[in-house]
């Protein structure tokens, strides 16, 4: 029998493009855990960065395992095969026991009519004025709503469905944590539409553990949120006191809870996600990702001499192939190219100067440059082509690279949204 495994209420995704921070990364939990409270740490890598790097998911299990061995991590700890469809799964099966299955590509392709009307029927109590507990006032929904938002996501449930069918076969029932993501995409999702995709995910039986939607306002790879903060925090909450009663009245997993992709940076609406999990006893997955790349370059300009020339170069690379590099991430990016120094600009950088328009400390330091960061933030296709020059300059300067990597977890992601 496979052990039935589950994902504890609060954990974050960490990522790791290079597989070179996994004990940096890891550390921020243990001082999680030192300062009261346990964060599961998950290595979430996609497909896509696996392709860009030239990567197998066999190398993000392994350097999971090392750290967790050489750290003596006694907690639960998982590898996420994130982005992963029907397609592009296989590899993943073996060293992945966290899969996000993506539908996002799948919404608006129009289901079955004769699908629709059968939702539409079978969900009579979606209809009507709808009172759900903690949220404010009831949410009318009429049966042109339940058919509008059936044909708009239940073809990527049922897709879903395919996915998890498929998985389960081959991984195992129980065998590995699924969350659906429905975030790169250009709409973000009401919490009524949520309610609505989680009768349909618990009418595939689907038995998910995290839930990514995309929510109102910007996300933007590796920077703070762009947005209307009272409207993120109202529908946050909204969220969450959906899942709740989707999970009592559909019978979804009781540890069902949101997850937060390109959830990094997003220093403004932390205080937020803090207070409504706390009020409405519920979980988080917060997903991060390239921060830790960028902690990479920043602890390699910090160090000075030829790591400096490293970063530099990186920059100037990605800055010629500007365009190239941020076509894959363009629902998450938002680069305005007039704010960006050129490459001969930064070439002529201090590590000081380096590091304060890269590190994420707007607060601290004007010199700040978001638009900088986000074309770094996509750039580590230029590391990865350096033929192992980018991983040895990791490997010369690690002591420095870690400290970056494990403070900018803890302090400023860990302890805004678990500990403050
Ligand atoms: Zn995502």
């Not at 026991?97 to 993506?102: E, N, P, Y």
């Given at each position: 029998m496979p052990e039935h495994l589950q994902l504890s209420k609060y954990s974050i995704g960490v990522g790791d493009r290079f597989a070179h921070q996994a004990k940096a990364q890891l550390t921020a939990c243990i001082q999680a855990r030192e300062a009261g409270v346990q964060v599961t740490p998950v290595w979430n890598k996609s497909n896509r960065e696996h392709l860009i790097i030239g990567s197998e998911p066999s190398q993000t299990r392994a350097a999971a395992d090392a750290a967790v061995e050489q750290l003596g991590w006694q907690g639960a700890y998982f590898v996420d095969a994130d982005h992963i469809n029907l397609k592009t799964s296989g590899r993943f099966l073996a060293p992945c026991?966290?899969?996000?299955?993506?539908v996002a590509d799948d919404i608006g392709r129009p289901a079955e009519s004769a699908a629709i009307d059968a939702f539409v029927r079978r969900h009579p109590e979606l209809i009507g004025q709808l009172s759900i507990p903690r949220i404010d006032h009831p949410l009318p929904i009429d049966e042109a709503f339940v058919r509008r938002v059936a044909s708009k996501f239940l073809a990527a449930v049922q897709q879903a469905g395919l996915i998890y069918r498929d998985l389960a076969a081959k991984r195992g029932e129980g065998a590995f944590v699924p969350e659906i993501s429905m975030?790169?995409?250009d709409a973000p999702q009401t919490p009524p539409e949520l309610l609505v995709i989680l009768a349909a995910i618990a009418d595939e039986q689907i038995p998910i553990q995290t839930i990514a939607p995309k929510f109102t306002g910007r996300f933007n790879k590796g920077v703070d949120y762009v947005g209307d903060l009272q409207q993120f925090t109202k529908e946050f909450r909204d969220d969450l006191a959906t899942i709740a009663y989707a999970v009592e009245r559909y019978g979804l997993p009781r540890n069902l809870k949101l997850s937060v992709h390109s959830g990094s940076d997003k220093y403004s609406i932390y205080p937020a996600i803090r207070e409504a999990i706390r009020d409405l006893d519920a979980g988080v997955h917060l997903k991060t990702a390239g921060t830790t790349w960028l902690e990479e370059v920043i602890g390699l300009a910090e160090s000075g001499g030829d790591g400096l020339k490293l970063a530099q170069e990186v920059y100037a690379e990605a800055h010629a192939h500007a365009a190239e590099l941020c076509a894959p991430y363009a629902t998450v990016i938002d680069i305005h190219a007039e704010n960006l120094p050129l490459p001969v600009t930064v070439a002529s950088w201090t590590s000081e100067q380096f590091v304060r328009a890269l590190r994420h400390d707007g607060k601290h330091h004007p010199e700040f440059n978001p638009d900088l960061r986000q074309l770094l933030h996509v750039g580590f296709k230029v590391a990865a082509g350096m033929n192992g020059r980018y991983t040895r300059a990791l490997e010369a300067n690690e002591p420095i690279i870690a400290r970056n990597v494990t403070a900018n977890l803890f302090e400023r992601h860990i302890r805004p949204i678990f500990l403050d």
């Open positions: 026991d966290f899969f996000t299955m993506d975030d790169e995409t």
